[in-house]
């Protein structure tokens, strides 16, 4: 157990500068160096001359988050303090051995110590809170994310209403569903949701969700303890089995013969199954033959990027569940910054909510400009119309003078409008602004090539490849 210094309690300046800072880091950081080296820590404040005392478990961490992360710890403090915060690091003096740190955890009232605490001396958990605990175990679903939660838009619409038509019915239509999409898109919110759904209907569905890699994981476990007969027991009896980012199946043999077998045993026995991957099932590398095969016999949707009016939705949904108010005019300016996935909009939020909370100001548009900085900066530095006219004129061989010559011929024409399309899509330029970077056009050019080329986007495939490789360039 760590015997920390006293640390203030919730609402004063140590708790609240120290959580804020760890809710940026927490966005800023890969999350498992974040749950490694950061969020253990505890802190302590002195404001009579800014001076932050973060305690340390011992000396090699303490050692490692003064070479890794002291300078960016000290560099976030300075923004949210809005003035240079001196960072210590001390040793916490050890007590007790640790099990569980909890380190993070509001201090009581008083302002006692922050302690890290054995997790066996809580008090002992009622029956029913075991039951569920115990419930929880066995399909390990987050009850957080269900169909309520999730918003609708275009981008998920079809992909959402089979996942609702399967929670509904297991084992009858859309079998196996198969989901795939980019990072952070909603794939696994969907699973869990169809997994609560069904449950709230039949407390007593078997069901489970499971990560491909976990599913790699019990396979070599049943291999080593020759244990294959319990894995078929768990698996095969199953009602609904989730099984996300089926990807990571790719050279396992073993593995991929066992889910053949688990697959074939669910649907003849017609229960669900329902996946996700980062593509769609005859782009899978590596995977035999006769599972891609089978991945594709149900029903196959794509999550697409939710367009600026869901991703608005999403930020005020969102901000209300933490209990926020998100101005409209702030959510938009949000959402037209953060455009890739919903996963990185909850981190833009929760950088502004930290902002907001730790300044004791309103959410507005300066205050969200000012949380986000660096992520605005980045997109500044790079994504300018310059580099959008010479990314499209290399991908399409044309000449970068091409884009704001008055030439006519096909060849030129598209291209260019592709690039004024990406333009309008990527950068804060005003239609005007765009059409005088391209030659002096007027705004009504722009526009036309605009609309043109997103109406087409949603008709051709090739097209639509085209633009996906564009902007991936383009955003780097
Ligand atoms: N339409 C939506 N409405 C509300 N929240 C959403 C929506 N889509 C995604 N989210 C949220 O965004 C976050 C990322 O979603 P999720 O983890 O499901 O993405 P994913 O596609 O599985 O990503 P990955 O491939 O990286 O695992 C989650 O917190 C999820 O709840």
């Known amino acids: 157990m760590l015997d920390v210094p006293p640390a203030a309690g919730p609402g004063d300046p140590a708790s609240s500068l120290w959580s804020a800072c760890q809710d940026v880091l927490a966005q800023e950081l890969p999350e498992q160096q974040f749950n490694t080296w950061i969020k253990p820590l505890a802190a302590q404040f002195a404001p009579a001359d800014a001076r932050l005392t973060l305690f340390i478990a011992n000396r090699f961490k303490l050692d490692w988050v003064r070479a890794q992360y002291a300078g960016r710890i000290a560099d976030v403090l300075e923004r949210l303090y809005e003035q240079p915060v001196k960072v210590e690091l001390a040793l916490a003096p050890r007590v007790l051995p640790t099990k569980h740190s909890v380190s993070s955890a509001p201090a009581s009232p008083q302002g006692a110590a922050i302690v890290d605490a054995d997790i066996s001396s809580r008090p002992p958990s009622n029956e029913v809170v075991e039951a569920q605990q115990a419930q929880t175990q066995r399909h390990r679903l987050n009850s957080a994310l269900t169909f309520d939660t999730l918003v609708e838009g275009s981008a998920n619409r079809m992909a959402r209403a089979a996942a609702l038509h399967v929670a509904g019915a297991p084992g009858r239509l859309y079998n196996p569903l198969f989901i795939y999409g980019g990072v952070g898109l909603g794939k696994t919110h969907l699973m869990h949701a169809v997994g609560n759904h069904l449950l709230a209907g039949r407390p007593d569905a078997k069901v489970l969700y499971i990560h491909a890699e976990q599913f790699v994981s019990d396979v070599v476990k049943a291999y080593q303890r020759k244990a294959f007969d319990e894995f078929k027991n768990r698996y095969h009896s199953l009602d609904l089995l989730l099984i996300d980012d089926v990807q990571f199946f790719a050279n396992k043999d073993r593995t991929q013969e066992e889910f053949f077998n688990a697959f074939e045993a669910l649907l ?119 580099n959008i006219q010479k990314t499209v004129a290399d991908y399409y061989k044309i000449k970068v003078s091409d884009m704001y010559s008055k030439k006519r011929p096909a060849s030129i024409v598209r291209p260019r409008q592709i690039a004024m399309y990406l333009a309008k899509e990527l950068t804060q330029k005003s239609l005007p602004e765009i059409g005088e970077l391209f030659g002096g056009r007027d705004h009504t050019t722009v526009l036309h090539a605009v609309r043109k080329i997103a109406a087409e986007r949603q008709q051709l495939t090739e097209l639509n490849q085209q633009l996906h490789v564009l902007e991936q360039t383009l955003k780097g």
Do not use: C
Not at 303 to 312: A, F, G, I, K, S
């Open 268 to 386: 003849a026995k017609k229960s669900h199954i329902v996946m996700t991957s980062d593509t769609y099932p005859k782009g899978l590398a590596d995977i035999h033959e006769r599972l891609v095969s089978r991945f594709d016999s149900g029903l196959t949707v794509a999550l697409e990027p939710p367009e600026l009016e869901m991703r608005v939705a999403i930020l005020i949904n969102k901000a209300a569940s933490e209990g926020a108010d998100m101005p409209e005019e702030v959510a938009f300016f949000v959402a037209k910054n953060v455009r890739s996935n919903v996963r990185e909009l909850e981190g833009a939020l929760r950088k502004i909510l930290a902002y907001s909370r730790f300044n004791q100001k309103e959410i507005s548009i300066p205050l969200a400009r000012e949380a986000l900085r660096d992520l605005l900066s980045i997109q500044n530095r790079q994504i300018s119309v310059e």
